[in-house]
């Protein structure tokens, strides 16, 4: 099980995008040429593996649930792991009680309902990017908070069980990607999104995504909070529409061609190599 999109907009809503310790708004300012940045993290009190902090004291099936997640800044999100001796399960469950009371004392305005709307700081593209490389995607992975995806119809079964298989990944991989850590993990994870996207490539088919940049509104907060959400849809190269920067139908060079062929085959014995 995993934290669903509906339980984030839970957490966040109920924390009014504050860290329940230090109750700093968790998103600092951007700049004229970067975006605002995001340090809060969803918190389990109770740690969802066996090793982590304050773990074994809640059913499997309740611990990725609102109640057992607290919205936290870096720096505390770390203390609290680092701290289990003070930070109890206890007593993070009345810091979360206080902050949510704290939060609802600020106005006296009924909260009206939640809602994604478009971010007016983002134009929203039309088109999607073609990824053939693991990092690219990972990047993008790291970015967002949810994903979204499309996949063709009518797909024999073992296309559509590679598609599925690598959709899931994604999901799998959006859920831990704020826990991996260590230039290993990382790499890793590049490396496994680009070897499907190569089998996806060598089975004909292209992986095209973007970045809707989204805002969650409405709530008990009285500022929007940044949703950027990861759109994958995986098509058929034969029934593509690929343009370029600017919108023009794009026909690849020959060489372009024998270039993205040769990576392919590299890619193919590699895994080959692998298994032998």
Known sequence: ?????????????????????????????????????????????????????????????????????????????????????????????????THREWINSLGTEEPGPTRLVPDPNYPQSKHLKIVFRGHVLWAMIKEVVAFEYALPDHLGDEDEDLIVEFLDLVKDYLDIAEDLDSVREQRDAEKTLGRYVSRLAERGFFVGTSIRHMLLAGGISKEATPWP????????????????????????????????????????????????
Not at 29 to 39: A, L, N, Q
Not at 248 to 270: H, Y
């Open 1 to 97: 099980m995993a934290v669903s999109e509906k339980t984030r907009k839970i957490i966040w809503v109920e924390a009014g995008g504050r860290c329940a310790i230090c109750r700093r708004q968790v998103l600092t300012e951007g700049t004229e040429t970067d975006d605002p940045s995001i340090f809060g993290e969803e918190a389990h009190i109770v740690a969802r593996s066996s090793g982590g902090p304050r773990a074994g004291a809640l059913a499997a099936d309740k611990l990725d649930s609102h109640e057992n997640l607290i919205l936290l800044c870096s720096e505390h999100h770390k203390r609290v792991d680092d701290q289990p001796n003070h930070y109890t399960i206890e007593r993070l469950r009345v810091l979360k009680q």
């Open 229 to 276: 959400i990861l759109t994958i849809e995986v098509q058929p190269s034969s029934v593509a529409s690929v343009v370029d920067r600017d919108g023009n139908p794009w026909q690849p060079a020959a060489e372009d061609v024998e270039q993205l062929n040769k990576q392919l085959a590299e890619e193919s014995a590699r895994r080959a190599a692998g298994h032998a």
